[in-house]
């Protein structure tokens, strides 16, 4: 994994608190989204600026807890049913999984889209995604559900934190202007 750009060098300069973590930095419209190179389902090497370069299109980056449990499920597959919906924009989904269980996940579900491995949550880190989270009274630290249209300029279009699985595919056609 490696971190090129934006709130992953700390500027303190850009970086704003981030609510479930003051250490962390959260990211709005307009700023550039944190550039990175993770490995996806498949063992190759995602790269978001060359994808970006290759495309020329909208990003949905979109990180998820856990791959192949029910809310991170209904959410990949909700973006994998609006896929005909989203034109040329690409859909990137992250969690800490290691790749075998993401492809896993992908082939259970036909998801059809990158699912990239973000193990050391540094990735997390830098759109400000890893937190406290809290299950059954448990607190632990983990990836807050939280989903980026990135426009094709590398900058951030939409920022939307600790959102509802079956929101993330809505608030995207809605940013996209393809809402039903």
């Known amino acids: 994994m490696s971190l090129t750009a934006g709130h992953a060098t700390g500027d303190p300069e850009t970086a704003r608190p981030c609510p479930y973590d003051p250490g962390m930095a959260r990211l709005s419209a307009g700023e550039r989204a944190p550039d990175f190179t993770l490995t996806d389902q498949n063992g190759k090497s995602f790269h978001l600026a060359a994808s970006l370069k290759k495309h020329k299109s909208p990003h949905l980056v979109y990180f998820y807890p856990k791959a192949d449990t029910p809310g991170c499920t209904a959410q990949a597959c909700g973006l994998r049913d609006v896929a005909d919906k989203l034109g040329r924009t690409v859909v990137v989904g992250i969690s800490p999984d290691p790749p075998d269980k993401q492809a896993k996940f992908d082939q259970k579900y036909s998801l059809g889209f990158p699912l990239l491995s973000d193990a050391d949550h540094a990735v997390a880190e830098a759109y ?5 989270r ?15 249209l990135v426009g094709a300029d590398g900058r951030v279009q939409e920022a939307w934190y600790k959102i509802a699985p079956a929101d993330t595919p809505k608030k995207l ?3 996209l202007g393809s809402a039903p």
């Open 173 to 175: 056609l809605a940013a």
């Open 134 to 148: 809290s299950l059954y009274g448990r607190k632990f630290m983990g990836i807050i559900r939280s989903a980026f």
């Open 128 to 132: 400000g995604v890893w937190g406290e």
